[in-house]
């Protein structure tokens, strides 16, 4: 499932009901943090965790891959499964939602104007791609690695196949992100670390049963007791703690915007629920600040 986007049809409709209000709110904000999930990225060719895949991608659930459990009971699978995902992503492009935050983001850095930060829970890096700076990847990044071991970080690069450099991308290569590039991926182990000797290169990813980054959390936090907009995009507002977020938000009287084009478990607590994508509603918003 290369690049492009794998959403047509979902939202044919969106009756953006809530954008007036929500476009209002952003108009005024001078302090606003937007959270971003999964679905931030679907209209950029990135599948969500709770989409139905087809192919290869069905067969490797992140509920299941992704824990640490899943690592030390094969960490080829593992491995491999994360370097395909971070190719898939080099094979998108930030959509229109990602272009309107950086906008955004610019436009409230100016003097005086306010400020936005985003915290996402998204280990891809199409924020920083259309030109945003992103305060917190609460969930790590899928290019940042370590040792599993001594902890070091490490630099690699997911087009190479596993510590050897891959070949040009020649006419036979399967493209970055589809199922015959996960199949080729499968034989892969995960490259030594250079600093220990002995252990071996994990993703600087969050798994399920491992605590966030400190920092991070703490200065999402800290964005959101002093926001007056909070803008929560794209997440099924089910994984812990993220999902708990928004609500300290509305705890310090910051108004929470909601744009998703499902309801989900926040929806009802939302000040307004946009229901529409992200590369739809958030335009629209940043137009309203934009003039
Ligand atoms: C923790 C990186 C303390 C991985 C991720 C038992 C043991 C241990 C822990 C737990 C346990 N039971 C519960 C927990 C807590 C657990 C948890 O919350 N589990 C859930 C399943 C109940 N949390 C943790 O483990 C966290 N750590 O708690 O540590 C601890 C430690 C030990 C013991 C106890 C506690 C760590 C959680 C982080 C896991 N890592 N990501 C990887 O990427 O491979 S989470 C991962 O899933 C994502 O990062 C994201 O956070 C989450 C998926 O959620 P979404 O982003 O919301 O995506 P989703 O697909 O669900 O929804 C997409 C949404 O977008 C939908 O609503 C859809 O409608 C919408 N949408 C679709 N298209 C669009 C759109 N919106 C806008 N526009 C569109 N076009």
Not at 32 to 41: D, I, K, N, R
Not at 244 to 268: D, I, K, M, Q
């Amino acid at each position: 499932m290369p690049g492009g986007s794998v959403y047509s049809g979902l939202v044919t409709d969106p009756d953006l009901s809530g954008l007036a209000e929500a476009a209002e709110l952003a108009h005024t904000a001078h302090r606003v943090v937007v959270l971003t999930g999964a679905g931030m990225s679907a209209e950029s060719g990135v599948p969500t965790f709770r989409e139905a895949q087809t192919g290869l991608w069905e067969r490797y659930s992140p509920e299941q891959l992704a824990t640490e459990d899943a690592w030390f009971a094969d960490p080829d699978l593992v491995w491999s499964w994360y370097q395909w995902r971070a190719r898939l992503v080099r094979s998108c492009s930030p959509n229109a939602g990602h272009q309107a935050i950086a906008a955004w983001q610019r436009v409230l850095g100016n003097p005086g104007a306010g400020s936005l930060v985003i915290s996402t829970q998204n280990v891809d890096d199409l924020h920083e791609r259309a030109g945003a700076d992103v305060l917190a990847h609460l969930h790590g990044s899928l290019f940042d690695y370590r040792c599993a071991d001594c902890g070091t970080p490490a630099d690699h690069d997911p087009g190479s196949m596993g510590g050897k450099e891959s070949g040009p991308a020649g006419p036979s290569a399967p493209a970055a992100g589809s199922e015959a590039d996960l199949e080729q991926l499968l034989r892969l182990s995960p490259p030594q670390c250079t600093a220990c000797g002995t252990g071996r290169l994990r993703p600087g990813i969050v798994w399920f049963g491992e605590m966030l980054p400190e920092q991070a959390l703490e200065d999402t936090y800290s964005a959101l007791e002093d926001c007056d907009l909070a803008v929560v995009v794209g997440t099924s507002a089910l994984v812990q703690p993220a999902a708990s977020l928004p609500y300290v938000a509305l705890g310090a009287g910051a108004a929470v915007v909601e744009v998703n084009p499902e309801v989900t478990e926040f929806s009802t607590a939302a000040t307004v629920h946009v229901a529409g994508t992200a590369a739809s509603v958030l335009p629209a918003l940043a137009r309203s600040v934009l003039g």
